[in-house]
């Protein structure tokens, strides 16, 4: 009977040994995956900032090109009445010819 009780005490210290271990490599694989999730948190932060940086440029481009299309239209607009101006002065210049002679 004794002799019962100290082979399951025995396993029983056997058992309790190897739940330590797996509870010990459990909680070395819970750190590692802290680590990597907090690695990947990181560097998509990291990413996100490059992202934000990347936005704004093209946002101060997209505005550039923006001022510069008002630029264009208002050159087209200030060339087309420079020669509205031209043809008139022409026209005026030729009215003014006919009535001198």
Do not use: P
């Not at 459990?26 to 907090?38: D, K, N």
């Not at 509205?84 to 022409?90: D, L």
């Amino acid at each position: 009977w004794l002799h019962k009780e100290a082979t399951l005490l025995h396993l029983l210290q056997r058992k309790d040994a190897q739940l330590m271990m797996t509870i010990q490599r459990e909680r070395l694989h819970v750190t590692r995956l802290r680590e990597t999730v907090r690695r990947a948190t990181k560097r998509m932060e990291e990413q996100q900032g490059e992202l934000r940086f990347v936005l704004n440029r093209y946002s101060e481009i997209e505005n550039n090109f923006e001022a510069l299309a008002v630029y264009c239209k208002l050159t087209y607009d200030e060339h087309q009445t420079v020669i509205e101006f031209e043809r008139s002065r022409a026209g005026f210049e030729r009215h003014l010819q006919q009535l001198m002679k």
